[in-house]
């Protein structure tokens, strides 16, 4: 058997072929299905782009038009799914809320029909139409309020603002909002895409596929960091303490949120265009406190950093854009899902297609032989973990 080095994780192996998304991580580029992702942003709505990923090609206005009415029909939640909702506690995480309604889906959606097209399709087009209505419902319910309806006149984008705010968003706000959902809809086999590969590969239901990549997203590394910047902008309070704060975080290895990438060596492109965004809603709607102490942030992280590759990445500006766009900061996360639920569905897919279950090894770095020890005899283990030793 060939030995392989150790690389923690995962560093560049390649863990599928995969023929969705391509990052060029040293010029900052981010592609889907071979197109510029700033040409998807300006061209595209989010669910073409969705269509993209998940069948592999641009729809033409018939098929595009198809799945539109097709997601719009399919947005409400069962009775029983609000119920289960209700009994959540209001202090618990939307993610923790939105990872419990996906695998609950599996309840009333199971049949496992993986060689059936037509289930492939209704299960896509289920997760994408019902997501963001967990998400707003989850919100509205956690007030002590009902959740709204959505509405069969608005876009996929517009109809979430509305559930959300109870009031029809703004024309910018709506186009701003999707084409978040398109900036964020897929990147390669990052930790909740392999999550998903590695559900997938059991060939057990989407619904729990995209569940536990929703488990796996909500991590402070991965897509709970757009969280960790809002909280650590209100943390510096002012542009006086960047440069204090960024010195004592250096000083103590502590990461900075919303810097650095595995992949990218410079700033995301997600991120040059979510602060292109920002601006464009600043300008509109006023400008944010936290905006100058974000641009003195990125100034000196690029200074004392930049020659480690380290730069914004994807979640350093999204949180001033939803922030401005009236979404509480806990649901930042529960949004990018709604948007990664576009790539989650389209690795399934692909994984269905050459499936091989993940099966990885390890290196085995404890001890062989040893005496099993009499009870009465053991050493106090317990109290000693329980204090971290
Ligand atoms: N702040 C300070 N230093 C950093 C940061 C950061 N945010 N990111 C990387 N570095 C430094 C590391 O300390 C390391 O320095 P060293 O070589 O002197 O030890 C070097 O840059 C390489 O960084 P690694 O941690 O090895 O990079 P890795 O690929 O393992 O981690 C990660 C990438 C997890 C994204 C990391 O940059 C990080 O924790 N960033 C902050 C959290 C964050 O913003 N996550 C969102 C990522 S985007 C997304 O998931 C959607």
């Not at 099993?372 to 053991?378: A, L, T």
Request: with cysteine; hydrophobic share 40%; glycine share 6%.
């Amino acid at each position: 058997m060939t030995v392989c080095e150790y690389k923690p994780g995962l560093e560049n192996i390649p863990a599928t072929q995969s023929s969705i998304s391509y990052v060029d991580g040293q010029r900052g580029v981010l592609e889907y299905r071979g197109i510029r992702i700033d040409e998807l942003a300006q061209q595209s709505t989010f669910l073409e782009t969705a269509y993209l990923l998940i069948w592999g090609g641009l729809p033409t206005k018939q098929e595009l038009g198809d799945f539109e009415h097709q997601i719009r029909y399919h947005r409400r939640l069962k009775y029983r799914i609000r119920d289960m909702m209700k009994c959540f506690p209001e202090s618990g995480h939307p993610m923790d809320a939105l990872q419990a309604c996906a695998a609950a889906l599996g309840l009333f959606y199971s049949r496992r029909a993986l060689d059936n097209p037509a289930y492939i399709q209704a299960a896509v087009v289920r997760l994408l139409a019902k997501i963001p209505t967990m998400v707003a419902a989850f919100q509205l319910m956690r007030k002590g309020n009902d959740p709204v309806q959505p509405r069969d006149d608005l876009d996929y984008s517009a109809n979430f603002l509305y559930m959300l705010n109870e009031r029809e968003p703004d024309p910018l706000a709506a186009r701003v909002f999707d084409i978040c959902l398109t900036l964020h809809a897929e990147h390669t086999i990052n930790a909740s895409t392999f999550s998903a590969m590695v559900t997938a590969s059991t060939l057990t239901d989407p619904y729990a596929v995209v569940a536990s990549a929703v488990g796996t997203l909500a991590g402070p590394l991965h897509g709970g960091a757009n969280e960790e910047v809002i909280a650590m902008l209100e943390d510096i309070g002012s542009v006086e303490n960047v440069r204090p704060y960024i010195e004592d975080r250096i000083q103590h290895k502590s990461k900075i949120m919303g810097f650095g990438h595995r992949i990218y060596k410079v700033k995301d492109p997600r991120a040059t265009i979510l602060q292109g965004l920002a601006e464009q809603l600043f300008d509109k709607f006023g400008q944010d406190a936290y905006y100058e102490i974000a641009l003195e942030l990125e100034q000196m992280v690029t200074e004392k950093l930049g020659h480690k590759g380290v730069y914004p990445n994807v979640d350093f500006y999204s949180g001033l854009v939803y922030r401005k766009l009236g979404i509480p900061t806990d649901l930042f996360t529960p949004v990018f899902a709604i948007a990664r639920v576009a790539g989650w569905l389209a690795h399934w897919k692909e994984q269905l297609g050459e499936n091989r279950i993940f099966r990885p090894t390890q290196i085995y770095t404890g001890p062989h032989n040893q005496p099993y020890i009499p009870i009465s005899e053991r050493p106090q283990l317990w109290e000693q973990h329980a204090n971290g030793l």
